[in-house]
């Protein structure tokens, strides 16, 4: 083997040692890229909701999760169920649970394991055992539930829509900025890996959104850079139920509630319950 060659192979096994510690690493560390979450406990009122009570959900795993939750106006209103994103805690979906609040609908504002001072590591399966805890919570209390889930909480929300196949358990799907799944997500980001074979949490929204039978509303922002809007349109595109898409102009991926969603979403809201005649 001559010297020239001797280093091209010696730089060859370098560079795959070298991609191979940094897919490891991926792969290792993935929990934490996609879990980034805020760990201590807050009160309603930190949120301007002080009216709403902090209760627990058990899931069938033997975690007590907290959560917020406040009835509807009466019991014939919706109970809104937010699912929270993956940086962020149950607290930072209190501007919509305030609106949704003031309007009369019921609402449970959703805690995840390992977040807001909640005991458990996060993981995808663990995190559909925890909205399935919080949908028998809101359940016991024979309210009408529809599902709200932002990034993240798309793919618990998703998840229990596809499930709830029996007729009136769930009434209306709501996105914010939802994906197609994460490993589409993560490919944006380390395209040169195999994010494929390294995702071990797959959150496959878009196998799973053609089983909900419920409306469905996918909302999302133009200028969203963490997900791209061609998630939400795919989504939109395998959706069977009655479904609507709002592409929001020059919303990004936080602010899509104050940049038009909520009137969609309200209007939704409104439709469900006309429908059924309980509307205000």
């Known amino acids: 083997m001559t010297g020239a060659t001797a280093l091209l192979a010696w730089f060859c096994g370098a560079c795959a040692a070298t991609y191979g510690a940094a897919a490891a690493t991926l792969f290792w560390m993935q929990g934490r890229l996609i879990y980034p979450g805020e760990w201590r406990r807050r009160e309603p009122k930190e949120a301007g909701l002080a009216d709403m009570s902090v209760v627990t959900a058990t899931t069938a795993d033997g ?62 399966a663990g995190l559909y055992e925890d909205g399935r805890a919080a949908l028998r919570f809101v359940e016991r209390t024979n309210a009408r539930i529809v599902l709200h889930g932002y990034s993240l909480g798309s793919g618990v929300a998703v998840q229990l829509a596809a499930e709830a196949q029996a007729p009136g358990r769930i009434e209306g799907l709501i996105l914010e900025a939802p994906f197609t799944r994460i490993a589409d997500v993560a490919a944006r980001v380390f395209w040169f890996m195999p994010v494929g074979l390294l995702v071990r949490d797959q959150y496959d929204n878009l196998a799973k959104i053609a089983r909900v039978r419920v409306p469905v509303v996918i909302y999302g922002g133009t200028n969203d850079n963490v997900i791209p809007p061609q998630h939400f349109a795919h989504l939109y595109a395998h959706t069977a139920a009655p479904r609507r898409l709002l592409m929001l102009e020059g919303a990004d991926h936080t602010n899509c509630w104050e940049r038009g969603g909520s009137e969609t979403v309200l209007r939704l809201l409104e439709d469900i319950e006309k429908a059924s005649g309980t509307g205000r």
């Open 63 to 124: 975690l007590d999760l907290h959560g917020w939750y406040k009835a509807p106006a009466s019991s014939r209103r919706l109970t809104v169920v937010l699912f929270h994103g993956n940086g962020e805690d149950l607290s930072q979906r209190g501007h919509i649970a305030r609106a949704l609040l003031d309007c009369g609908y019921g609402v449970y504002l959703a805690e995840y394991r390992g977040y807001g001072g909640n005991s458990g590591i996060p993981h995808e």
